[in-house]
Each structure stands twice: as structure tokens, then as C-alpha cells.
């Protein structure tokens, strides 16, 4: 079984900074690809940031410049850094793990439970 925590999430104003942790555990053998979306009441789910085991990140472009992903492969966990948050990066922000268990024959994506990120303006 596998588990995603995230944390970090909270109200800040706006051009304040925030970051999100997000833990990925249980049996994995392996994760190639972990990343971070976002939605906003009434809007789909969209990919903030995300970033290879290669190192390779790709953006969205409402945050380029602002938010930086990085991650720790030997502790299974992916950060972003938010800065100069703006009131429209106010959503639920999920991490997901694109990762194979111990066992299993083919990589599959995982989710976390999403945490709250509210930037007043």
C-alpha cells in the first residue's frame, strides 16, 4: 500500500511564500515522476509543477518564475516552493507519485489528499 502526505498548506496574504512537503510511503520500489496540481472551486484540475527522477521540472505558465519543485528521491518526498503567492493560486493542491510498488509490473500514478492553500489579497 502506498500513501502521499502532504503539508505545508495554509491562509497567507498575497506576496507572501509557502511550502508544500509532500511524503510519498509504504512499498515502493521505484517512483520515476512526482508533481503537484491544483483546483479551484469550480475548476478543473490542473498540473502546477512537475518534475522527472531525471531532474527534469516542467511548469505551468500562471507560475513560472514564482514556484520552484524540487525533490528528495531518498526520502520519497517533493516540495514546491511558492512565492509572491497571488489570489488566484487559491485552490486545493494535490501532490501525485507516478511510482511502481514492490511487486508490481508497471508504474501507475498515485495521489495525496490535497491541502488547502488560501491567498487573500
Known amino acids: 500500500q502506498v500513501q502521499l502526505v502532504e503539508s505545508g498548506g495554509g491562509l497567507v496574504q498575497a506576496g507572501a511564500s509557502l511550502r508544500l512537503s509532500c511524503a510519498a510511503s509504504?512499498?515502493?520500489?521505484?517512483?520515476?515522476?512526482m508533481g503537484w496540481y491544483r483546483q479551484a472551486p469550480g475548476k478543473q484540475r490542473e498540473l502546477v509543477a512537475g518534475?522527472?527522477?531525471?531532474?527534469?521540472?516542467n511548469y505551468a505558465d500562471s507560475v513560472k518564475g514564482r514556484f520552484t519543485i524540487s525533490r528528495d528521491n531518498a526520502k520519497n518526498t517533493v516540495y514546491l516552493q511558492m512565492n509572491s503567492l497571488k489570489p488566484e493560486d487559491t485552490a486545493v493542491y494535490y501532490c501525485?507519485?507516478?511510482?511502481?510498488?514492490?511487486?508490481?509490473?508497471?508504474?501507475?500514478?498515485?495521489w495525496g489528499q490535497g491541502t488547502q492553500v488560501t491567498v487573500s489579497s
Open positions: 501525485n507519485a507516478d511510482l511502481k510498488t514492490s511487486g508490481g509490473v508497471a508504474y501507475g500514478r498515485y
Open positions: 509504504g512499498s515502493i520500489f521505484s517512483i520515476y515522476a
Open positions: 518534475l522527472t527522477s531525471s531532474g527534469r521540472p
